[in-house]
């Protein structure tokens, strides 16, 4: 079955980290979903932390270590929902997040993508600072209409940039 959504998760090193991460990914409600993995080449425990949802996840490797973008893209080429979104490896997400960002651009045809505030913690999970999208540059955790940000990639000669 075609999932609604596609969750990326970069990871560069992030083994302290990534369980949580994908605990929450694996948790959407009211959606059908994949999660995607890219690993860009870790050199710590992040494949032995990774290993435990193997069946429940697509992973992908970047031939070389090559940045957060480049692996973005892997994901994103690799994607097979109508939506997708990124999410760091040390990230963790509510799991409404999927269903509210997927009803939002099926509401708004116009909207090509949405972002949302996010909650910076520490390692307890006490929020430190909340951030807001409006005014914070973030590349994480937009998500995008699948065919319409193809589309445009096909369009624009620079297409493997697209995400910095």
């Excluded at 959407?28 to 193997?54: G, H, K, W």
């Excluded at 490896?89 to 708004?108: G, T």
């Excluded at 369009?155 to 940039?161: L, Q, R, V, W, Y």
Aim: aromatic share 12%; charged share 30%.
């Amino acid at each position: 079955m075609v999932p609604d959504v596609s969750i990326i998760i970069t990871n560069y090193n992030y083994g302290k980290y990534i369980s949580r991460c994908l605990r929450s990914c694996l948790n959407q409600e009211r959606v059908l979903y994949e999660v995607i993995v890219v690993d860009d080449c870790s050199t710590d425990n992040s494949f032995e932390m990774i290993r435990p949802f193997a069946e429940q996840i697509r992973f992908l490797k970047t031939e070389k270590n090559s940045g957060v973008a480049a692996a973005a893209n892997l994901g994103i080429q690799n994607a097979r929902g109508q939506f997708f979104f990124r999410v760091d490896a040390d990230d963790y997400i509510n799991k409404d997040m999927s269903y509210i960002m997927k009803k939002y651009l099926e509401s708004n045809h116009e909207a090509f993508c949405v972002s949302s505030d996010y909650l910076m913690v520490d390692d307890y999970e006490n929020t430190i600072e909340r951030k807001y999208a409006e005014n914070e540059n973030i590349s994480c955790g937009i998500r995008w209409d699948t065919e319409k940000k193809r589309n445009l990639e096909r369009d624009s000669e620079k297409s493997t940039a697209f995400i910095t």
